[in-house]
């Protein structure tokens, strides 16, 4: 059975977070501390960030969350967590990349570490630059 990709409306938030929070808990560990599970829960809620859930038979098994950016060329969805199975597919990603179409996205970007980058080259990420950090 194939997979579906649904962008959650934030009013639908709390409903779906008890089945979305252990997935979006494996990927906060590797934010480096750039935010907790109580602040991606309410900039879920408060619609600014996205959240889109992956189904397979009336079953959440992914989700992933992100928020979206305006450059002068360009409006980003910027993926923030992904946790779960079957999204780093083509299916999967091509049904996400038509929802963030939908709400006016023109390119998906992410920050990652780097067996993220090996697996998102299979879905057609291609590596922009790294992102480096020093505590001050």
């Known amino acids: 059975m194939s997979v579906t990709v649904q962008l959650v409306a934030p009013q639908y938030v709390a409903q779906v977070w008890p089945q979305v929070e252990p997935f979006i808990a494996k990927a906060e560990k590797h934010s480096g ?5 109580d602040q991606i829960r309410m900039y879920l809620n408060l619609g600014m960030w996205w959240l889109v859930v992956v ?9 992933v969350t992100g ?15 992904t946790g779960g199975v079957e999204m ?8 996400l990349k038509q929802i963030l179409k939908a709400q ?9 570490r780097e067996s993220m ?4 080259q299979k879905i ?11 505590e001050i």
Do not use: H, W
């Not at 189904?55 to 989700?63: F, R, V």
């Not at 780093?88 to 049904?95: A, H, I, L, R, T």
């Not at 057609?124 to 020093?134: E, H, L, T």
């Open 67 to 81: 928020t979206f950016m305006s450059g002068p060329n360009d409006r980003i969805a910027f993926i923030t967590s």
């Open 104 to 112: 006016g996205a023109t390119k998906i970007q992410a920050a990652c």
């Open 55 to 63: 189904t397979k038979e009336d079953e959440i098994i992914g989700a």
């Open 33 to 37: 501390g750039d935010y907790n599970m």
């Open 88 to 95: 780093c597919n083509e299916e999967s990603f091509g049904q």
């Open 124 to 134: 057609d990420f291609k590596p922009r630059y790294m992102i480096v950090q020093a």
């Open 117 to 120: 980058v090996r697996l998102l």
